[in-house]
């Protein structure tokens, strides 16, 4: 693989993902695997393709990604945000398309913590009049 155009990170709840951007002919990568085998459900793979659907540069681009952390969901928030990044890396001109459909955006919910005394988060232990 040749030397990258731009390197970028992209996080989710507890994910993190670096992307690689490199001219090339579209393919994926995602911790040495192809995309859709990491990947196996239809939904997630169009969240990984969603912003290269909107910018039309499904073809002229490859990514190599290497996630970490959190579950499948995670991953591909960060994977998805991590190539939005880099998309405006590479060509600044896409930051208003990609921005107008939220891509720009880290999600920054994460799992609330556990409180002491507490059994969850927020569940309370059941209540006993007498």
Known sequence: MSKPLKT???RRKTAIARVFITEGSGSI????RDFEEYFPTVALQNQILFPLALTNSR????????AT?????GQV??????IARALIGVNPELRGVLKQN???TRDSRAKERKKPGRPGARKRFQFSKR
Not at 77 to 82: D, N, S
Request: glycine share 28%; proline share 0%; net charge positive.
């Open 8 to 10: 970028t990170t992209g």
């Open 29 to 32: 990568t995602v911790n040495g």
């Open 59 to 66: 073809q002229t681009y490859d990514f190599k990604v290497n």
């Open 69 to 73: 952390g959190g579950g499948s969901t």
């Open 77 to 82: 928030g960060a994977v998805r945000l991590g």
């Open 102 to 104: 939220g891509l720009l």
